[in-house]
């Protein structure tokens, strides 16, 4: 069973930065591609980056520029450094992990629990 734990979302002005993290097992990080999603009240669920298991990365258009994807294969920990914050940017941030493509919702075999992102104006 894959886990995936989420920490370091929190509250935040307009124009500041945040850093969520995603550990993992060691297992995890060298089988699955890895990402990031999130969701905001009332809207679906829509995809923010993504670190592929050959170390290539994708960023959905709205976060180009501001946020940053990486990972520490030894910490098996994920990150999103997330930089010149939005309102728009609240929502819950979900890490997730699939073996195949991960920027697709339905093809994701594991979530994290999620982590709040609030960014206030």
């Known amino acids: 069973q894959v886990q995936l734990v989420e920490s370091g979302g929190g509250l935040v002005q307009a124009g500041g930065s945040l850093r969520l993290s995603c550990a993992a097992s060691e297992r995890t990080f060298r089988t699955y591609n890895m990402g990031w999603f999130r969701q905001a009240p009332g809207k679906e669920r829509e995809f923010v980056a993504a670190?592929?298991?050959?170390?290539?990365?994708t960023y959905n258009e709205p976060v180009k520029g501001r946020f940053t994807i990486s990972k520490d294969n030894a910490k098996n920990t994920m990150y999103l450094q997330m930089n010149s914050l939005k309102p728009e940017d609240t929502a819950v941030y979900y890490c997730?992990?699939?073996?195949?493509?991960?920027?697709?919702?339905?093809?994701?075999?594991?979530w994290g629990q999620g982590t709040q992102v609030t960014v206030s104006s």
């Open positions: 670190i592929w298991s050959g170390g290539s990365i």
């Open positions: 997730a992990a699939a073996t195949r493509l991960v920027t697709v919702q339905s093809l994701v075999d594991y």
